[in-house]
């Protein structure tokens, strides 16, 4: 097999709704992928915040093998699996949560958590949700229409109903739309998609005393920064403000499909039988995974804390060195951009061809969200990398464009 036969054959069978880069991805370990043409890439991608653990790792292979073993990757919901209990237990734990609902994705997880949230509401005369410009919360119907960017509705409407928009990091814009009639707020404590923004430490405490002066249930999605991306088992740890349901996917499953509502305080209870399910959710093979990745979190978050530092000074002295090209690096832990100039896409594809994945966050942030276990070394290489593509880019270092 070659890059090329796998992109021919896959452009004369998919569907139009990817862009994808002309290479296909055959193995890894640690840190380092390898192409179908033998060519390594240093991954500062991770499948998308995804690959906490890189690839190879020994402890997910035993876990996997051992339920195949088992027998049973599969068991539906109408039976309890140990691994999914387990997982749930160690959630809960970790995140100070008390209940929890397993499902496949990012979107489903956001789809679980506005349902609970318009269930919440429904005896009480509530049904708006408040969301914010530049989020993302999933391309399903629900997480779409709370996901407060144009270019994710355009040939879709309608959307779902009373869903409105504020700004982020502006709380007098959350006041001017919330009422009583208002069933839920919907923020990523890191916006990622957006454009890697981080939340105001006053932004979230004021949502949460809105939240709570209206009886709103308060949703943060951490579908991107949770899981020890940002240095904190949970984003929300950062800030001191607990929301009543937090939102997971990506990193959960270590690499296998896996999402999760985590129900905290008011949020408990929402849900009785019948109200809500997903035929793979807590699926045996993923939940093993997902031990496995929440019983390393505490360290990951740890590792993710110290090495991010460091790559967030690598950023800005990057920034500094291209004033022609950059605006500015911002970022927490391990889940960082630098907002270009221009679109990052040819930054992206002359770093692939030097052998480093990056991918684009917005339409001018260029992101670094790579394997929690990244090492400092890791982080060198990458940021020489970006420096020599966009110097290749015609930028001179140095140089102030004013
Ligand atoms: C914050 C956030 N929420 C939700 C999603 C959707 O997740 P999924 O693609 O697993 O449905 C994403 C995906 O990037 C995300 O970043």
Redesign the pocket.
Known sequence: MSNQSIVDTAKANYMGNYSQFPIAIKSGRGTILTDEDGKEYLDFVAG?AVNALGYGDEDERKALLSVIDSGVLHTSNLYYNSHAVHAAAMLNELAGSSEVFFCN???EA?EAALKMARKYGSGRGKSEIISFHHS????TYG?VTVTGQEKYHKGFAPMLPSVVYAEYNDLDSVRALASERTAAIIV?PLQ??GGIIPADREFLSGLREIADSLDAILIF?E??CGMGRTGKPFCFQHYGVKPDIMTL??ALGGGLPM?AAVAFGKAAGIFSPGDHAATFGGNAAAAALAEVVLSKLPKLAAQADANGRYLGEQLDGIVADFPDLCVEARGMGLMRGIELKVPPRDVISACMEKGLLVCSAGYTVLRFVPPLIVSKEDIDKAVAIVRSALSASGAEEGKDAT
Not at 136 to 139: D, E, I, L
């Open positions: 998308i994705s990012g979107a956001n993302f919360h999933g391309r997480a990523e990622g998609e999605d579908v991107q996917a990506k999402g």
